[in-house]
């Protein structure tokens, strides 16, 4: 392996409801259809070198997933971005592509997540009391079955922000049924906590039930900041120049 690519990406749609493992493998697929010179592990069942960052939970879309890929020769990471959304599905959409900074990590410089939830049927009025209480509690605990089984944890202390906001549902989405809006920003915390633990645990300090499935998007990944902002983790590696050369041309 001689380059690393690092590569943001959306889920939007339809797509949204693509699992982490099909993603995974529909991305496999579009690097070998695109040409991308990919690097891959040793021993008897070599693997394409390919890692993926805090994935989004099916069924929400996202305008700030990432993965990092490893090149066998020096490729322009424009010609990668440009090759491999024309190789995705509509909807799966590559977004950036930068050269990785040496001997960094991607995962180091993700510790939190921004999202937006969008509540048809509940009023922002709402919301808001029960936005209020989740505030004022020093602890919400939620219950949900993860692959070590049922576990208890507590949602309040992972939560850097939570407010409704002013704005309107996705232009798709638009009805006459009132539509409450939050935003929320989540640091990584074990296990993690994800917007779907949120809306239970305002269910838990104010009864909030929303009468269809909320829509959640994650708007944001990256290092949260003493100011509450996150920064892009790709941020960084934009100031470098890679060498440069089209895909094809090794």
């Known amino acids: 392996m001689v380059q690393r690519i690092r590569i943001r990406y959306a889920k939007r749609g339809p797509l949204r409801f693509t699992s982490h493992r099909d993603f995974a493998r529909a991305f496999e697929r579009a690097v070998r259809r695109a040409g991308v010179p990919i690097a891959y592990s040793q021993g008897f069942t070599p693997h394409p070198k390919i890692s993926y960052a805090s994935a989004a939970p099916t069924g929400a879309a996202s305008e700030a997933e990432y993965l990092e890929i490893g090149l066998q020769t020096h490729t322009d990471p424009a010609a990668v971005r440009t090759a491999l959304d024309a190789a995705l599905s509509p909807g799966i959409d590559v977004l950036d592509a930068v050269e990785a900074e040496p001997g960094t990590s991607l995962a180091d410089r993700i510790d939190a997540s921004a999202w937006r939830i969008e ?102 990944q990256g290092r949260l900041t003493a100011m509450g902002e996150i920064v892009d983790p790709l941020e960084a590696d934009r100031d470098r120049e890679p060498e440069r050369a089209d895909i094809g041309e090794r």
């Open 119 to 220: 509540l048809p049927g509940i009023a922002p009025e709402t919301l808001a009391q029960a936005v209020e209480a989740f505030r004022a509690a020093a602890e919400v605990p939620v219950e949900r079955l993860t692959k070590q089984g049922r576990r208890t944890f507590d949602t309040r202390a992972a939560v850097a922000k939570i407010e409704v906001i002013k704005g309107d549902p996705a232009p798709s989405e638009v009805t006459t049924v009132p539509c409450a809006i939050l935003d929320i920003v989540v640091r990584q915390v074990t296990p993690s906590v994800r917007p779907d633990d949120v809306l239970s645990g305002l269910r838990v300090v104010a009864d909030l039930e929303p009468p269809v499935p909320p829509r959640a998007t994650r708007l944001a």
